[in-house]
């Protein structure tokens, strides 16, 4: 019957472009304006308009009462319609979500097809029912033709044909029981030929063949009848099977569940995607109260029939839609679905409702892993910065006081230039683990940005926090087993107080990061916020910024630190060091100013700079005639791990003209980590000639599996080693260790920070000859070294 009404609207449109076609003929013709037979059209379909401006329904369309044909143009503008002709009615959106105009435009341009939506019946505007539209359209005026009928009236077509075609067969059997009696000898063959095919038509079998037509009178009329009936019922019945089948397999492979109940709440219908969902088979639950059977709240309880949307849905005549609610499989597992319940009309009246629902579950998953991805960190899977924020929100309600502590990775950068960031990211786990095992549950361990974490800890006075983040620091630096590599690592704590420093999360926050950079200022492990500390952290600030433009306005300058043998007295070479004379604040000092330059990437051109400078330098005193002269520049760890460092270093020997021997480029243990390439970059610089460098030895790197096998010529002794040389027997023996090691595997030693006579001769008895420090001679310019030069030379003699 589907089929029948569905082709009903296709011939109504069809035959209607038809008309139009015949009307533009007669246009171009010159027969007849445009005008005129656009207007034709529209009353041919809908009548003339009345006085208010409205057109009458045609009642020639045979598919139902409310049935009509209208016109709209693709920019959605009613043309030819009872209610709304002249009206834009592309943004009408109706009472199940549907943009009505849109998909029939849209179905119309795509060659023509069928739109269903719901619409209020025109003689009660309450009643929502679906309707079916076809709209194609017309290749003459670009017209979309639709012809719409609601569902209730979209057989009526196909069942007016069946009626006629049983009318028509009872009209017929009855003549040939008349006819027979009239004319039993004469017309014997034909009628038993006509009652057998209609006994057999009953039962649903066309596969008797044509009756043959004896003669033209009644006989013959009747016997055409019957055969026209025949055909025409054979179609009908087909019609009705495919419609079945469709209905069938629309309902079985729809993809979501579907249940029909009665105004009692009685189930009469289930499709087997419900009973998949649900668990029960159809014949389970038929007349059964579908709503006591399934519905239920989320906690398991028993959902109350009143405040059920269905019944609503049956009172109020309207169609509802839940985005979540739960259902119960017939084994007792509650899961979450999402559905539609419409009301069932018959002739107008509410005779049940029509839910169709599906299985949210796996929606509901991924909604909830993408919440958590919102408000965690996807690497430690600790709660990030919005989810921080919203727990001191929430904390500021419930507890008088807490602590905001903000944890950094020391030296973080430098490891993760080093060795990459995939090595970076399990030192970030490593730490997170820790936290986590060291905190109490009741404490908030989160991660904010970069290598910076997060701990709210309530209720904590100053000593006990102050005792807290001992036990943390030490958890976190016992040595971490890191793939290959056995590493120190250590963070730096800055916290703030609620509600002393702070009476919201951000200032908190504030406060606490102002407090971390104080204490790594400082190079103390923990600090306490202060207000006096915001004045520094705007200095810092300022200072940040001004080292922008400090190189171009000159304001950077080197000073050079004499290296000598204390055997001979003589100079070897000097240590470039690099200074910063600020024009506002004076001096400022290189540990203040060099983690500037490291964090904001500044040290690379900066560093290029030192490096080209002292090379200069070097080369005027060569020129001036102290060719046995050296010079050693620090490399950056961003420098060492610049890709253009070995051209930049070839272009600068090059361009000062100084033996690439006398160049001694200094690196940090850290730099080693990442063993393949240091080899590549040491045995670059070891090509070119220059000599390397190892600074600060015995400080960081934990492994000395590089001395072995990198081209390394010399090693600093760091100056905390030779500080309490002679008081601290530790000291003596790393010291003693140091230069132990540096001559068995035939590398030089150098001590640094040599500033007592005592220490110089410890050094001298260790056999470490080679010394820099204010013993000797503090950081001298470049002609405060030419003008001392005996005096250094002096001095170094008198210490012999």
């Known amino acids: 019957m589907n089929r029948l009404g569905a082709q009903g609207l296709q011939t109504d449109v069809r035959l209607t472009i038809e008309m139009i076609g015949a009307l533009d003929k007669q246009v171009k013709a010159g027969k007849v304006s445009l005008e005129e037979a656009q207007e034709e059209v529209k009353v041919a379909l809908l009548g003339k308009k009345d006085t208010n401006g409205k057109r009458p329904t045609n009642p020639l369309l045979k598919l139902g009462k409310h049935s009509f044909i209208f016109i709209i143009n693709s920019a959605g503008v009613e043309l030819a319609h009872p209610d709304f002709e002249g009206q834009n009615v592309w943004d009408i959106k109706t009472t199940d979500g549907v943009y009505s105009t849109q998909e029939i435009v849209k179905a119309a341009n795509n060659g023509g097809g069928f739109v269903t939506y719901e619409w209020p019946l025109p003689n009660n505007q309450n009643v929502h029912v679906p309707k079916i539209t076809y709209a194609e359209k017309d290749p003459y005026w670009n017209w979309i033709i639709c012809a719409g009928a609601y569902l209730p009236d979209f057989n009526a077509g196909a069942y007016r044909v069946l009626y006629i075609l049983l009318i028509t067969l009872g009209i017929s059997l009855f003549a040939g029981v008349i006819v027979i009696l009239w004319f039993s000898k004469k017309l014997t063959k034909p009628i038993l030929q006509v009652a057998h095919q209609a006994k057999l038509i009953a039962r649903g079998d066309y596969t008797e063949e044509v009756i043959e037509i004896t003669s033209n009178d009644e006989i013959g009329e009747l016997v055409t009848n019957f055969t026209?009936?025949?055909?025409?019922?054979?179609?009908?019945?087909?019609?009705?099977?495919?419609?079945?089948?469709?209905?069938?397999?629309?309902?079985?492979?729809?993809?979501?569940?579907?249940?029909?109940i009665d105004t009692e709440g009685r189930l009469t219908f289930m499709n087997p995607e419900a009973e998949q969902l649900l668990g029960w088979l159809e014949e389970e639950c038929l007349n059964q109260n579908l709503h006591d059977l399934i519905h239920r709240r989320k906690d398991g309880t028993t959902f109350p029939y009143e405040e059920c949307p269905t019944s609503n849905s049956m009172k109020m005549g309207q169609v509802f839609r839940i985005s979540e609610d739960w259902f119960l499989r017939k084994d007792g597992h509650l899961f979450p679905v999402s559905?539609?319940?419409s009301p069932?009309?018959?002739?107008?009246?509410?005779?049940?409702?029509?839910i169709v629902f599906r299985d949210i579950s796996m929606q509901k998953e991924v909604q909830e892993r993408i919440e958590y991805m919102a408000f965690h960190d996807e690497l430690t899977k600790l709660p990030n910065l919005r989810f921080l924020k919203e727990k001191l929100a929430k904390d500021m309600l419930i507890h008088h006081s807490f602590a905001v502590l903000i944890l950094d990775i020391n030296r973080f950068k430098q490891i993760n230039e080093a060795l990459g960031h995939a090595f970076g990211d399990l030192i970030l786990q490593y730490v997170a683990s820790r936290l986590k095992e060291q905190v109490p549950s009741h404490v908030f361990v989160g991660r904010l940005t970069g290598d910076e974490f997060a701990i709210i800890y309530p209720n904590l006075d100053q000593e006990e926090l102050a005792a807290f983040?001992?036990?943390?620091?030490?958890?976190?630096?016992?040595?971490?087993?890191?793939?290959?590599?056995?590493?120190?690592?250590?963070?730096?704590?800055?916290?703030?107080?609620?509600?002393?420093?702070?009476?919201?999360?951000?200032?908190?926050?504030?406060?606490?990061?102002?407090?971390?950079?104080?204490a790594s200022q400082q190079h103390i492990p923990y600090q306490m916020y202060k207000s006096s500390m915001d004045g520094k952290a705007l200095d810092r600030l300022v200072l940040e910024n001004d080292l922008h433009y400090a190189l171009q306005k000159n304001e950077l300058h080197l000073v050079y630190q004499p290296q000598f043998d204390i055997l001979t007295g003589e100079i070897q070479g000097l240590e470039a060091l690099l200074r910063w004379y600020h024009p506002k604040y004076g001096p400022i000092s290189p540990v203040q100013f060099i983690p500037m330059a490291e964090n904001t990437g500044l040290?690379?051109?900066?560093g290029e700079w030192v490096l080209r400078t002292a090379c200069k330098q070097l080369k005027e005193w060569h020129v001036y005639g102290l060719s046995?002269?050296?010079?050693?520049?620090?490399?950056?760890?961003?420098?060492?791990y610049s890709q253009d460092l070995i051209d930049t270093v070839k272009e600068i020997l090059l361009e000062t003209g100084i033996p690439s021997k006398d160049l001694e480029l200094e690196i940090t243990e850290s730099m080693m980590m990442n063993m393949e390439h240091a080899s590549k970059t040491l045995q670059d610089l070891k090509k070119l000639g220059c000599k390397i460098a190892i600074d600060d030895?015995?400080?960081?790197?934990?492994?000395?599996?590089?001395?072995?096998?990198?081209?390394?010529?010399?090693?600093?002794?760091?100056?905390?080693?030779?500080?309490?040389?002679?008081?601290?027997?530790?000291?003596?023996?790393?010291?003693?260790?140091i230069i132990s090691m540096a001559q068995h595997l035939q590398l030089d030693v150098i001590a640094e920070g040599v500033e007592t006579e005592e220490q110089k001769n410890i050094l001298r008895k260790k056999q470490c000859t080679n010394v820099q420090g204010y013993l000797y001679s503090p950081p001298l310019a470049p002609q405060d070294f030419l003008q001392q030069w005996p005096q250094l030379l002096q001095k170094a003699k008198n210490l012999n």
């Open 228 to 260: 026209i009936m025949k055909e025409n019922q054979k179609k009908a019945e087909e019609h009705i099977r495919q419609s079945e089948a469709f209905l069938q397999s629309i309902t079985t492979h729809m993809g979501e569940g579907m249940v029909v």
């Open 339 to 341: 559905y539609a319940t």
């Open 344 to 354: 069932l009309f018959e002739e107008g009246i509410v005779t049940g409702s029509i």
């Open 469 to 518: 983040c001992k036990i943390v620091q030490e958890q976190i630096n016992k040595p971490m087993q890191v793939k290959h590599l056995l590493l120190n690592v250590s963070v730096t704590i800055g916290g703030s107080l609620y509600p002393n420093h702070g009476n919201d999360g951000d200032e908190l926050l504030k406060h606490a990061n102002i407090a971390l950079m104080e």
């Open 603 to 606: 040290i690379i051109p900066i």
């Open 628 to 640: 046995s002269l050296t010079i050693a520049v620090n490399l950056s760890s961003r420098q060492f």
């Open 697 to 737: 030895f015995g400080t960081g790197y934990s492994s000395l599996h590089y001395l072995k096998h990198l081209p390394i010529d010399r090693l600093k002794i760091d100056k905390s080693f030779i500080k309490d040389l002679g008081e601290n027997n530790q000291d003596d023996t790393i010291v003693s260790t």
